[in-house]
């Protein structure tokens, strides 16, 4: 178990290296650089040259990229070439939107997931449990953007009860404020999120009714919802957990989205800004962290799964 | 109510410009004459569109930063009303010597800075120098005839060495701004200036608040504080109008306008603007290089159904607006008339031609539609390429690989450009050329406005670039605020009299 965990550490390391470098040469191939938005379209030459100097961009891209390295291995992401702000504490800072929107999308997803998958699986081939996967489907298929408008209009313009956008000045020193401008956004992201997630509950549940052990359960005399809430969710537990580990990554591109809809100062939308500044050590940073939080996700998936999962420490 | 409070600003304003003209005045911005109690608690919630990246006055470029910074934090000695008149502001007054070579200032007294230290003529003496000697700083160049910048008691003389008859319009400009001697603030992050409000806060990538100076040195403002919202979606921004979380909503789009003043709360005042949607021609080589293949292009595109389209603003068909200096109504050089097009286009041997246009993706499709059928009814053929304004930057301006080029410029007063052959505009011409140099060194105001004019003229005769429409500023402003200015607001946003009026 523990040659297993520290195998894994060094590759979740190895990718994080080469997901560096990735990120680094990609962003040098983007047209345009941050000297010549600093000094716009009424500049000379000489002051975007100045100005490149002074950022240090003049440097060739291998000593960029040692910088930058030498930087992260001693814990520090560097600095926004446009403000100066550390990255670091702009990513503290949003995260605390991006964050909080995240864990609401997906505790709305699973809400709405697990019952409902549980239950359309159970009743697979009645009207209800029909209806149920057919809604699913459709709610699966609606686009996130046009979700969020028509869940905007109905709450915020028509009935008033939630902010149409922005996040208040204010932060989480008002919780209940916070929180309420997170509630329409969360609810785009997980209802649509949910419903994919609802085709998983059903089909791992579907497959755990087919099992031996809740068969052999039903056959000892429990009834057969029994014999799959005691022997039959732990298996489905385990899809779960493997898929949510999956739809981090899509709940990470659905804030993107969803940030600039709803105006939210979060890590996504501060990222499409610095691209469009091509702000690129803020950016590089960025993409780093949400990288390496989609890895760490992954590693920490796989070992749940090895201690929950009997089967897979038998194997080894 | 509005629009009555509006007529009283603009007719105080026109006052002042004419005192002005006698060169010798004080005016103190006057209190917005209402009828309802101002609410001096209150804060105002203004949408904005475009983030200024940093708030470094001296070094970063955008409109951005101008349109919040200039006026409501920084100052200088004089400024620029929403008619684009010149009015002294941190000078009580000036005189300009009848040979256009020396300019003297009073400097007022009893002006502070925002941490609380006194403005002193030797702090305005190192703001322009600094401007001037620095040519990493914006606008440096606007002082080059700048000879000598001293101080004697509170008066500041400007020498020159030869007359520049946009100096004065400069100093209105960043170049004219004053900051304290030596200041060791990041000015990335934070402001200390002279103006009416001072740099409260600002949560990156989310809202800059500005708050009440008050030891302002003139008429204090009337709203605590302002928060300025940067949304770029228009319609997040009508939603956030239409639930009551804004006050003040900017580059509104006229199309909207029903939606946004259909419960009341909101009016929309249009304003001029010198924003000029600018088709720039890449005349260097090719069939573009063909004068006449530049007209047909001109006259194959129907302005009027681009401004209808927009909803607001109106057409243009030369380089100068009508804001400006040097305005005159050219839309005889190239009316729209397709046939004329195709004739002009089959006397080049230019037919089938297909030519491609670069535009930053943030202005939608709505103008590529109807120059993509525009062109193609007079056979050509018009890819269109949206790429991303750093993208825009690189490959248009910098390097001037483009053939078509759509951008709005916004500042006013920039004809300079169609001067500089080294623009990405790729116009060369010496009559031109010695044209605007004459407008710089003449020391007469009409005179300098005839040349430009002159000149503006041979710009678009010789068709080097197309005018799809000059901009409207739409402002949508909430019950109970007034003293929001509705003209050319892309450029300044001078806030000095907002007032919201209490529930």
Not at chain 2, 434 to 440: D, E, G, H, I, K
Not at chain 2, 468 to 492: D, F, K, M, W
Request: aromatic share 6%; proline share 5%; with cysteine.
């Amino acid at each position: 178990m523990i040659r297993y965990a520290l195998t894994r550490l060094a590759l979740l390391l190895l990718g994080l290296f080469v997901a560096s470098a990735l990120i680094f040469l990609t962003l040098r191939i983007l047209p345009g650089d941050v000297a010549q938005m600093i000094a716009g379209i009424n500049s000379t030459p000489e002051q975007i040259a100045a100005i490149r100097e002074r950022l240090g961009l003049d440097a060739p891209l291998i000593a960029q990229y040692a910088s930058w390295m030498g930087g992260i291995v001693r814990g520090d992401l560097g600095a926004s070439l446009v403000t100066g702000t550390p990255v670091a504490s702009e990513l503290v800072q949003k995260a605390q939107v991006t964050v909080p929107l995240g864990l609401l999308s997906m505790l709305i997803a699973l809400v709405i997931a697990i019952p409902f998958g549980v239950l359309s699986a159970l009743r697979r081939g009645r009207p209800d449990g029909t209806a149920l996967n057919v809604g699913a489907q459709a709610l699966a298929a609606v686009p996130v953007v046009w979700a969020g408008m028509m869940l905007v209009v109905v709450f915020a313009v028509w009935l008033g009860w939630l902010p149409a956008q922005g996040f208040p000045r204010s932060g989480w020193d008002q919780p209940w404020n916070a929180l309420r401008s997170l509630l329409l956004p969360a609810l785009t992201i997980g209802v649509i999120e949910g419903a994919m997630l609802l085709r998983f509950v059903r089909s791992a549940t579907l497959q755990a009714v087919g099992q031996d052990f809740v068969r052999t359960g039903a056959a000892k005399g429990l009834t057969r919802t029994q014999a799959l809430i005691r022997h039959g969710l732990p298996s489905v537990g385990l899809s779960i957990i493997t898929v949510l580990g999956l739809q981090v990554a899509g709940i990470i591109v659905g804030t993107v989205i969803i940030e600039q809809l709803f105006t939210l100062p979060g890590i996504g939308r501060m990222l499409v800004t610095d691209v469009g500044n091509r702000d690129l050590l803020k950016v590089q940073g960025e993409l780093l962290v949400l990288t390496g939080f989609v890895l760490v996700v992954g590693f920490v998936v796989d070992l749940v799964h090895r201690v929950i999962d009997p089967r897979q420490r038998e194997a080894e | 109510m509005l629009r009555r409070t509006a007529l009283t600003a603009t007719a105080l304003l026109a006052a002042g410009a004419l005192l002005l003209t006698a060169c010798t005045n004080d005016v103190t911005p006057a209190p917005t004459q209402t009828d309802v109690t101002p609410d001096t608690d209150a804060s105002v919630a203004v949408r904005l569109v475009l983030e200024p990246g940093n708030l470094d006055i001296r070094e970063t470029a955008g409109a951005a930063l101008d349109q919040i910074l200039v006026d409501n934090v920084y100052q200088g000695l004089v400024s620029r009303t929403p008619q684009q008149d010149i009015v002294p502001t941190l000078a009580s007054a000036y005189e300009i010597s009848p040979d256009g070579l020396t300019y003297t200032f009073e400097l007022r007294e009893g002006v502070a800075f925002h941490d609380g230290q006194e403005l002193t003529p030797a702090d305005v003496v190192w703001s322009l120098t600094q401007v001037k000697e620095n040519a990493a700083y914006r606008d440096s160049a606007r002082l080059s005839r700048v000879d000598t910048i001293t101080a004697e008691g509170q008066t500041i003389t400007l020498t020159l060495s030869e007359p520049d008859s946009t100096l004065l319009w400069n100093l209105t400009g960043r170049a004219g701004l004053i900051l304290k001697q030596d200041d060791d603030i990041d000015r990335k992050t934070a402001a200390n200036g002279t103006g009416p409000y001072t740099l409260a806060d600002w949560k990156q990538g989310d809202s800059i608040t500005f708050a009440r100076f008050a030891d302002y040195w003139g008429e204090p403002a009337q709203v605590a504080e302002v928060v300025f919202s940067y949304i770029p979606d228009t319609q997040a921004a009508l939603n956030g109008a239409l639930a009551g979380e804004l006050d003040v909503v900017t580059g509104f789009d006229a199309n909207l306008i029903d939606q946004i003043e259909a419960n009341g709360d909101f009016t929309v005042e249009l304003g001029e603007s010198t924003d000029k949607a600018t088709l720039a021609i890449n005349s260097t080589t090719g069939p573009l290089s063909d004068v006449r293949v530049r007209q047909a292009i001109r006259q194959a595109i129907d302005k009027q159904s681009i401004v209808d389209a927009i909803g607001a603003g109106q057409t243009q068909y030369g380089p100068i607006p009508s804001l400006d200096p040097g305005f005159e109504d050219l839309s005889a050089v190239a009316p729209f008339d397709p046939e004329a097009a195709r004739a002009l286009l089959a006397e080049a041997g230019a037919e089938d031609l297909s030519l491609t246009l670069t535009i930053p993706s943030f202005y939608g499709s709505t103008i590529p539609q109807i120059l993509v059928s525009n062109l193609n009814d007079v056979g050509i053929t018009l890819a269109v390429n949206p790429v991303e304004f750093p993208a825009w930057i690189n490959d248009v301006y910098i390097n001037q690989d483009f053939e078509l080029s759509y951008v709005l410029h916004t500042e006013a007063r920039d004809f300079e450009n169609w001067a500089n052959p080294a623009y990405y505009f790729t116009f060369d011409n010496a009559e031109v050329q010695s044209l605007f140099a004459q407008s710089l060194s003449a020391t007469d105001d009409a005179a300098a406005a005839a040349l430009l004019q002159q000149a503006a003229r041979i710009v678009s005769e010789e068709h080097a670039a197309d005018w799809l429409y000059t901009g409207a500023s739409v402002v949508a402003v909430g019950t109970g605020i007034a003293g929001v200015p509705s003209v050319n607001v892309n450029e300044r946003l001078n806030l000095a009299e907002l007032v919201k009026s209490q529930e």
